[in-house]
T-cell receptor, first 112, second 115 residues
């Protein structure tokens, strides 16, 4: 059974810092890995999707990497801003694009 | 393009009552998902549809939860009867099977409170 963990559970940093969020999964037979952002009381917004054959994806100040063999993904946020404050979640489906499992999330606070 | 639509946004019911949620996915998206998100946790997949067929409902409590997706577009999720532990946000998502297969797009969710 797939299990997804995220470290740290919460993070507070001053504005301008570069930071790394971690996502680990126990079963490497995944179709892809997707990072999301969730603001309080809102739905999830897709940030980046990495296919199982890819190593990384970039969008603006965000860079996500994937190491399937070790069951790890990292989300790198450069030059953090107060507007980045949110909960960040990762999710993986199995090899058939089914049985999506989410991590518990990392709650990020960027202080002005 | 329009996003995933859900209604209602909020619902308060008493235990043992029934409730239904509605979802309209992004146009052309063949895959539709229902998730339950309890406060402080990540979403838990309840059911995944491919067109109007179920491909994964392993975590759906079938004694009280049901879902359907008629004509492969809109979907409804029903709870009957509701329990206190069903209090959560119910999220609907959809995805296509194109180049970025299974990239999920979420609706705003329905916040259910069972008293």
């Amino acid at each position: 059974k797939q299990e997804v963990t995220q470290i740290p559970a919460a993070l507070s940093v001053p504005e301008g810092e570069n930071l790394v969020l971690n996502c680990s999964f126990t079963d490497s037979a995944i179709y892809n890995l997707q990072w999301f952002r969730q603001d309080p009381g809102k739905g999830l917004t897709s940030l980046l999707l990495i296919q199982s054959s890819q190593r990384e994806q970039t969008s603006g100040r965000l860079n996500a990497s994937l190491d399937k063999s070790s069951g790890r993904s990292t989300l790198y946020i450069a030059a953090s801003q107060p507007g980045d404050s949110a909960t960040y979640l990762c999710a993986v489906p199995n090899n058939y694009g089914q049985n999506f499992v989410f991590g518990p999330g990392t709650r990020l606070s960027v202080l002005p | 393009e329009a996003g995933v639509a859900q209604s209602p946004r909020y619902k308060i019911i008493e235990k043992r009552q029934s409730v239904a949620f509605w979802c309209n996915p992004i146009s052309g998206h063949a895959t539709l998902y229902w998730y339950q998100q309890i406060l402080g946790q990540g979403p838990k997949l309840l059911i995944q549809f491919q067109n109007n067929g179920v491909v994964d409902d392993s975590q759906l409590p079938k004694d009280r939860f049901s879902a359907e997706r008629l004509k492969g577009v809109d979907s409804t999720l029903k709870i009957q009867p509701a329990k206190l532990e069903d209090s959560a946000v119910y999220l609907c998502a959809s995805s296509s099977r194109g180049r970025d297969s299974y990239e999920q797009y979420f609706g705003p969710g329905t916040r259910l409170t069972v008293t």
